[in-house]
């Protein structure tokens, strides 16, 4: 069992950063790949960026040169948030995949309003 717990949500104004961090907890295998999705209002939950164990990063097009997706050796995943769009506004959550089986944080909240 994986128990991911994520950090660093907030109020922030338009054109802002926030940095969002997910620690992973439990039996890790070494293989696997962490990522960060988001559920704005009304939305379905869709990707944001990926990262694999190898660092191999995978990112939606909206995002792309704002956040940037990063991990350390410990098993704790980061998601950089620069020029922050009232767009950007939802929940955000951290997810690990490996070996078939996909695991979820609680989510964090973030809203980009002025």
């Known amino acids: 069992q994986v128990q991911l717990v994520e950090s660093g949500g907030g109020l922030v104004q338009p054109g802002g950063s926030l940095r969002l961090s997910c620690a992973a907890s439990g039996s890790i295998f070494s293989s696997n790949v962490m990522g960060w999705y988001r559920q704005g209002p009304g939305k379905q939950r869709d990707l944001v960026a990926t990262i694999t164990s190898g660092g191999i990063t995978n990112y939606v097009d909206s995002v792309k040169g704002r956040f940037t997706i990063s991990r350390d050796n410990a098993n704790t995943v980061y998601l950089q948030m620069n020029s922050l769009k009232p767009e950007d506004t939802a929940v955000y959550y951290c997810?690990?995949?490996?070996?078939?089986?996909?695991?979820w944080g609680q989510g964090t909240q973030v809203t980009v309003s002025s």
């Open positions: 997810q690990m995949s490996t070996w078939g089986t996909v695991y």
